[in-house]
């Protein structure tokens, strides 16, 4: 039942997507979540099976072919793809009218009835939208989104003693202000020689053999795996910034046009510089941080951050450096750190413009 309301919510969001791409191709018309919405009973006419999936849950997928479209205009996001049915994590909503039970362990949804779970974490509130996900691996999770009526919290107020600016490179994960630098971590790595050997090892396998299968399914372990070590090693580097720092600057990097560049592609995604800035986006609005972001600069590793000396010979290959002009010697890296830190404050009239 769960992987019917997958595979209808999929089903029904590439419509929607292909239905929205063709009308405004061919009547320069944009529709509306609405429009989508009063296009479900007529579908529900021409599949029967469409009726098997709760009715909200369909509905939800409206709002999420208009808020991928919303993301696309501000920016935000890429345009929105069609769903592939290969996508490791596959999930659908239901916007309400479902039950939790804390103390019991199980949660009640529409259509599927009651379902046993493992609850992670307690919390009082209103209970809003929640996701059903399943993963390749045969696993099973309900998020839900809860509104627990408290204010966000004040703005903490911050100044050049008590932020933070970040580079984020190749050589090292990240790299800050204060000098600390954090390498990417080694078992990741390890990690994904594994994968490479067992991706090599389904190839060799005859399609559609037994074999094969459970090759395909040691590997859809092995990602799930390095999915969650990433996720782990993201969540404690952007806490432990968000905490020790009233505010945090960062460059807003165009990972996406960086990711065309095929040679960084692989280690760049390995790395999860978009994940870390959306962590550290959540993580300061819910402690009351401040995210400096900043638009990208050409100059960081090449300006002093001493006197504003910019060293035009600079390549990518020197990764250390001595100021011709005032004689410090810096780290490429940190210096690049303390720059946008610079940059950051001055844009809120923090720090003098000088240079
Ligand atoms: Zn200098």
Redesign the pocket.
């Known amino acids: 039942m769960i992987w019917k309301h997958i595979d209808t919510c999929r089903f029904l969001y590439n419509l929607f997507l292909e239905e929205k791409i063709r009308v405004y191709q061919s009547e320069n018309k944009s529709l509306t979540m609405f429009d989508l919405s009063n296009m479900i009973p007529e579908l529900k006419k021409q599949h029967e099976w469409m009726s098997e999936t709760n009715s909200q849950s369909l509905q939800a997928v409206s709002r999420n072919v208009e808020t991928a479209f919303k993301n696309f205009f501000r920016k935000k996001a890429n345009f929105p793809k069609f769903k592939s049915k290969k996508n490791p994590v596959q999930s659908f909503q239901i916007p309400q009218h479902y039950e939790v039970n804390l103390t019991e362990n199980k949660v009640k949804l529409p259509k599927l009835g009651i379902v046993k779970t493992v609850i992670s974490r307690k919390f009082v509130g209103t209970l809003k939208t929640s996701t059903v996900s399943a993963t390749s691996t045969g696993k099973y999770y309900i998020s839900v989104l809860v509104d627990d009526g408290l204010k966000e919290p004040e703005l903490v107020p911050f100044d050049s003693s008590n932020t933070v600016g970040i580079d984020v490179g190749l050589t090292s994960f990240l790299v800050t202000s204060d000098g600390i630098k954090e390498d990417n971590p080694r078992y990741l790595k390890n990690s994904l020689a594994r994968l490479k050997h067992l991706q090599q090892l389904v190839s060799r396998k005859v399609k559609g053999s037994n074999n094969r299968k459970k090759s395909v399914r040691k590997v859809a372990i092995l990602h799930e795996q390095i999915s969650n070590q990433r996720s782990d090693f993201l969540h404690k580097h952007s806490f432990k910034l968000v905490s020790e720092n009233q505010a945090i600057a960062v460059e807003t990097l165009n990972i996406s046009g960086m990711l065309k560049n095929h040679k960084l592609a692989r280690s760049i995604s390995d790395v999860g510089w978009s994940e870390l800035f959306r962590q550290l986006e959540y993580k300061c609005n819910m402690y009351g941080k401040t995210l400096l972001k900043i638009g990208q600069f050409e100059p960081s590793s090449k300006l ?1 951050s ?4 910019i060293n035009h010979d600079l390549t990518l290959e020197d990764r250390e450096w001595t ?1 011709p ?4 010697h810096h780290d490429r890296d940190i210096n690049a750190a303390i720059n946008i830190k610079k940059m950051a404050l001055q844009a809120q009239n923090l720090l003098p413009n000088s240079g």
Do not use: D, K, M, S
């Open positions: 002093c001493i006197c504003g000396y100021c002009e005032c004689g410090i």
